[in-house]
């Protein structure tokens, strides 16, 4: 079964500022996705990134990048120039590839970034 | 293009009572979800459905939650009857697969807002 962690429950960044938060996973799958998705206080949940496995190149979406390394099963997000409205719980998450068929995804405990002022 | 609808936003109920929620997925997706997220945790899928047919229910309690989607579109999710554990926010998702270049599909999951329900 696949599993997701991450490790760093609460973080917090100045204004302007870089964070990473971290992901690692486990399975024994060799094709899957991993995605990162943002939860405001309002609690819609909005897709903010995702890597395809089979891709060597990080995935990268405006300010938002992550650092995906398979052999290592790590997933980080980095979020450059942190804006108030990054200010959200953030959860990483993995889908096994079904060749076109939709699937589950499985989720993170979630990381609670605040970004200060 | 409009989102995923649900209903009720907030819902608080006695132990033993029974509640119903309301999904109505993004026009044309095909494929809709029910999350469980438990305070402090994250997301776990109760049943998916692809079309009306169930593709997945394993981690759905079925001797107390029950969920339909006649006609492959709106959906209900139903507890009967409510245990205190039950307390969680209920989110419904939908998709559709979409093709990547090189023929890898990638199903893309958009989430609604999520329905609060507290046992009492």
């Known amino acids: 079964a696949q599993t997701v962690t991450q490790s760093q429950p609460e973080m917090s960044v100045q204004e302007a500022e870089t964070v990473t938060l971290s992901c690692t996973y486990d399975?024994?799958?060799?094709?899957?996705?991993l995605f990162w998705y943002k939860q405001p206080p309002s609690r819609q949940m909005i897709l903010v990134i995702r890597q395809e496995a089979y891709k060597q190149q990080n995935a990268t979406e405006n300010r938002f990048s992550v650092n995906f390394q398979k052999a290592a099963k790590s997933f980080s997000l980095k979020i450059s120039d942190s804006q108030l409205g990054d200010t959200a719980m953030y959860f990483c998450a993995f889908m096994k590839h079904l060749g076109g068929a939709t699937n589950k995804l499985i989720f993170g405990t979630g990381t609670l970034l605040a970004v200060q002022p | 293009e409009a989102g995923v609808a649900q209903s009720p936003r907030y819902k608080i109920i006695e132990k033993r009572q029974s509640v119903a929620f309301w999904c109505n997925p993004i026009s044309g997706h095909a494929t809709l979800y029910w999350y469980q997220q438990i305070l402090g945790q994250g997301p776990k899928l109760l049943i998916q459905f692809q079309n009306n047919g169930v593709v997945d229910d394993s981690q759905l309690p079925k001797d107390r939650f029950s969920a339909e989607r006649l006609k492959g579109v709106d959906s209900t999710l139903k507890i009967q009857p409510a245990k205190l554990e039950d307390s969680a926010v209920y989110l419904c998702a939908s998709s559709s697969v979409g093709v990547l270049a090189g023929g890898q599909g990638i199903d893309t999951q958009y989430f609604g807002p999520g329905t609060r329900l507290t046992v009492l």
């Open positions: 399975t024994s799958e060799n094709n899957y996705y």
